[in-house]
């Protein structure tokens, strides 16, 4: 059980935490605008307009995230970089994505450029979460990352192959399915709350099916659930 202080609190809502946890767990977890979410809420005899559940969204997505991933186990030492293009209001900005072994989201992080001084802000905004540098780092042959490398963490062992980086250009597909239901970003910052909180959330559902029997997926994600709603202060199932 999470403990309480982890939990936000939920006081002054006149909705109770089970629907406002549905509401965030539907528009973060999967392709889903928010009128959407406001549908599928009205169907169940839930009226509440899609304003209130952006509110919900800003109030609580980053908070479950953060609890999240400080439950989630230690991220492997091995960490794969790569960045990809979001076009916000015509103007070009860099989504820069680091995810673990596991394909685990460690960070994200949007840019206006893809340059060393970008490629540092990243890797010290990494060093700070995760509190311990990879054994390994692997990029594509972009040389920001490697002029980065050296300052930032020059002891660590640097592989540069695209192909070796197909992990963290993996990551970026949920991204991209975003990207199209919301018919873009409005802003710099909002792509940047919303991905922050939306592959926190994602990382406790991210289970690979290759590794587990039917039963045993079932089970991982019947414990995912469990601690979602530990998280969200709201009953499995309701």
């Known amino acids: 059980m999470i403990t309480p202080a982890v939990c936000p609190s939920f006081a002054g809502y006149r909705f109770p935490p089970e629907i406002i946890s549905q509401a965030i767990w539907l528009y973060f977890r999967f392709p889903l605008s928010l009128r959407m979410v406001e549908e599928m809420l009205a169907f169940r005899g839930i009226v509440v307009s899609h304003e209130t559940l952006r509110q919900w969204g800003r109030k609580f997505g980053q908070a479950f995230a953060n609890g999240i991933r400080r439950w989630l186990p230690q991220a492997g030492d091995k960490w794969h970089l790569d960045e990809v293009v979001l076009k916000i209001n015509g103007v070009t900005h860099w ?76 990551s970026h597909q949920p991204t991209r399915r975003r990207e199209r239901g919301m018919k873009r970003f409005k802003s710099a910052g909002q792509a940047q709350r919303f991905l922050s909180a939306h592959d926190g959330i994602n990382n406790l559902f991210h289970l690979r099916r290759d590794h587990l029997t039917a039963s045993e997926h079932r089970a991982a994600r019947a414990r995912a659930f469990e601690v979602w709603s530990d998280f969200s202060g709201a009953a499995a199932g309701a």
Do not use: F
Request: charged share 35%.
């Open 95 to 170: 989504l820069q994505r680091a995810v673990d072994r596991a394909g685990m989201v460690l960070d994200v992080l949007v840019q206006s450029r893809r340059d060393k001084q970008a490629a540092k802000r990243l890797l010290r905004k990494l060093l700070k979460r995760q509190m311990r540098p990879p054994r390994v780092m692997i990029t594509d042959k972009l040389a920001s990352y490697g002029g980065a490398k050296k300052e930032v963490m020059p002891s660590v062992e640097h592989r540069r192959h695209k192909g070796l980086n197909n992990r963290a250009e993996n």
